[in-house]
């Protein structure tokens, strides 16, 4: 029924596959009618809840109102939808208001959950989204250009998972086997099995099938400042042109933020002489596949470039990460975490923080070699894995990568020279 149909979806049956517009069930006009009520009501929900969460208000009360208006408006409706479809001898099973009624009916149940529930395993925040979309074409007049739509989403999401798994997935099950290539921190898997809950679990770390000691040199600059201070972006940013120069580009640079990415990205366009690629220019699949048939491109990417990507051979011989890539700590969800060992009396840094960002790290730098014919640099241009008392958790983690802190040696990588050195 196309894009018409899925008005209507679910109140009428057609009787052959290729019926005339007559045979559908509704004239086109009340089709046209139905969908302009239910955006109607659709735009008016989202006042409503829009200008509750503005003012912290009552949510639930929004929906009861939604709802009771939506079973109001279904029912007649419902009854004249049938009559409609009995006189032209179709079978009606649904309605578009009963399916808003329903669906209004569910944001109240799930708003009670949000409003009254008292579990202190669960977390709750508002969250405001802008829309992704293209923005509008702009306007050459004096009228005021219209703004981009906001969503608002209420989140709940539990604090701690692992007796949630004991409770509805390991006890269930007789035998499981976890397996992962970044999940080890520090050598061991303590880290892991708190958060997944596991109290009786034999553990094993296989060594790589890959060199690395020959495949990948680890380059970390001692003498950039901070990655927190605002020096830091623009002595980044030299840094990694001369990377980039080095390996003659065919390079991830990743961030762990978009701002960070942005600047950086504006500062080397027009600098670097390599084909740049930034993610949120296309969609992630286009641009992988252009980084794929372009030579020497250069990608920034934010973190879903970071894992579930696979790039082989020479064109991806360089992955640059600009920090650690530890959580932000004003997330909720970071935040009450925090907040639950803290509480119990643990260290939430060495027990959450360190360890969440490790596997991270390790997920980075993950992209760089995916078969035994893989070469190439790792650059973590963030010094405190060097100087802090915490980077000795996220050196140990690593793979054996040769190590270095001298740049001469990373140019003598890529000019066939052997290279030993250590951090």
């Given at each position: 029924?196309?894009?018409?149909?899925?008005?209507?979806?679910?109140?009428?049956?057609?009787?052959?596959?290729?019926?005339?517009?007559?045979?559908?069930?509704?004239?086109?006009?009340?089709?046209?009618?139905?969908?302009?009520?239910?955006?109607?009501?659709?735009?008016?929900?989202?006042?409503?809840?829009?200008?509750?969460?503005?003012?912290?208000?009552?949510?639930?009360?929004?929906?009861?109102?939604?709802?009771?208006?939506?079973?109001?408006?279904?029912?007649?409706?419902?009854?004249?939808?049938?009559?409609?479809?009995?006189?032209?001898?179709?079978?009606?099973?649904?309605?578009?208001?009963?399916?808003?009624?329903?669906?209004?009916?569910?944001?109240?149940?799930?708003?009670?959950?949000?409003?009254?529930?008292?579990?202190?395993?669960?977390?709750?925040?508002?969250?405001?989204?802008?829309?992704?979309?293209?923005?509008?074409?702009?306007?050459?007049?004096?009228?005021?250009?219209?703004?981009?739509?906001?969503?608002?989403?209420?989140?709940?999401?539990?604090?701690?998972?692992?007796?949630?798994?004991?409770?509805?997935?390991?006890?269930?099950?007789?035998?499981?086997?976890?397996?992962?290539?970044?999940?080890?921190?520090?050598?061991?898997?303590?880290?892991?099995?708190?958060?997944?809950?596991?109290?009786?679990?034999?553990?094993?770390?296989?060594?790589?099938?890959?060199?690395?000691?020959?495949?990948?040199?680890?380059?970390?600059?001692?003498?950039?400042?901070?990655?927190?201070?605002?020096?830091?972006?623009?002595?980044?940013?030299?840094?990694?042109?001369?990377?980039?120069?080095?390996?003659?580009?065919?390079?991830?640079?990743?961030?762990?933020?978009?701002?960070?990415?942005?600047?950086?990205?504006?500062?080397?366009?027009?600098?670097?002489?390599?084909?740049?690629?930034?993610?949120?220019?296309?969609?992630?699949?286009?641009?992988?596949?252009?980084?794929?048939?372009?030579?020497?491109?250069?990608?920034?990417?934010t973190s879903s470039f970071w894992q579930g990507v696979d790039v082989q051979g020479e064109q991806l011989s360089c992955v640059i990460i600009d920090r650690l890539p530890f959580a932000v700590p004003s997330d909720p969800v970071v935040a009450a975490r925090v907040?639950?060992?803290?509480?119990?009396?643990?260290?939430?840094?060495?027990?959450?923080?360190?360890?969440?960002?490790?596997?991270?790290?390790?997920?980075?730098?993950?992209?760089?070699?995916?078969?035994?014919?893989?070469?190439?640099?790792?650059?973590?241009?963030?010094?405190?894995?060097?100087?802090?008392?915490?980077?000795?958790?996220?050196?140990?983690?690593?793979?054996?990568?040769?190590?270095?802190?001298?740049?001469?040696?990373?140019?003598?990588?890529?000019?066939?020279?052997?290279?030993?050195?250590?951090?």
């Amino acid at each position: 029924m196309g894009q018409r149909g899925d008005v209507v979806t679910g109140c009428f049956e057609r009787r052959r596959a290729k019926a005339h517009e007559a045979e559908i069930g509704l004239p086109v006009a009340c089709r046209r009618k139905t969908a302009e009520r239910h955006g109607a009501w659709r735009e008016q929900s989202v006042r409503i809840i829009r200008k509750l969460a503005r003012e912290h208000g009552n949510f639930r009360l929004a929906i009861e109102h939604l709802a009771a208006r939506a079973r109001a408006v279904a029912a007649p409706r419902m009854l004249a939808g049938r009559r409609y479809a009995e006189n032209a001898g179709k079978r009606c099973t649904a309605s578009p208001n009963l399916s808003l009624a329903r669906r209004a009916q569910q944001l109240q149940v799930q708003l009670s959950f949000v409003m009254e529930d008292e579990n202190p395993n669960t977390v709750f925040w508002i969250e405001r989204r802008g829309f992704r979309g293209a923005p509008p074409p702009q306007r050459r007049s004096s009228e005021p250009q219209p703004r981009g739509r906001t969503n608002v989403f209420l989140q709940a999401t539990p604090i701690e998972v692992g007796q949630i798994l004991r409770e509805c997935l390991w006890s269930k099950m007789e035998t499981a086997v976890l397996t992962s290539a970044t999940l080890a921190v520090g050598g061991g898997f303590d880290y892991i099995r708190q958060r997944l809950g596991l109290d009786h679990a034999r553990e094993s770390i296989v060594p790589s099938h890959f060199d690395y000691q020959s495949q990948v040199i680890l380059y970390v600059p001692p003498d950039l400042p901070d990655p927190r201070t605002p020096q830091f972006v623009a002595q980044a940013s030299d840094r990694i042109k001369r990377l980039l120069e080095i390996t003659r580009g065919r390079a991830f640079v990743l961030f762990t933020s978009y701002a960070q990415m942005n600047d950086i990205y504006d500062r080397l366009l027009g600098v670097l002489d390599f084909p740049m690629l930034k993610q949120g220019d296309a969609p992630k699949s286009a641009l992988l596949e252009e980084f794929r048939i372009t030579p020497h491109a250069v990608l920034f990417g934010t973190s879903s470039f970071w894992q579930g990507v696979d790039v082989q051979g020479e064109q991806l011989s360089c992955v640059i990460i600009d920090r650690l890539p530890f959580a932000v700590p004003s997330d909720p969800v970071v935040a009450a975490r925090v907040r639950a060992i803290d509480a119990a009396g643990g260290n939430a840094f060495f027990e959450y923080q360190v360890p969440s960002a490790v596997i991270t790290l390790k997920q980075g730098f993950g992209r760089l070699i995916r078969s035994l014919h893989d070469r190439g640099l790792l650059a973590l241009l963030d010094n405190r894995i060097l100087k802090k008392q915490y980077g000795k958790v996220f050196v140990e983690s690593l793979p054996s990568y040769t190590r270095t802190t001298d740049l001469k040696r990373v140019e003598e990588f890529f000019g066939g020279s052997g290279v030993e050195a250590g951090l």
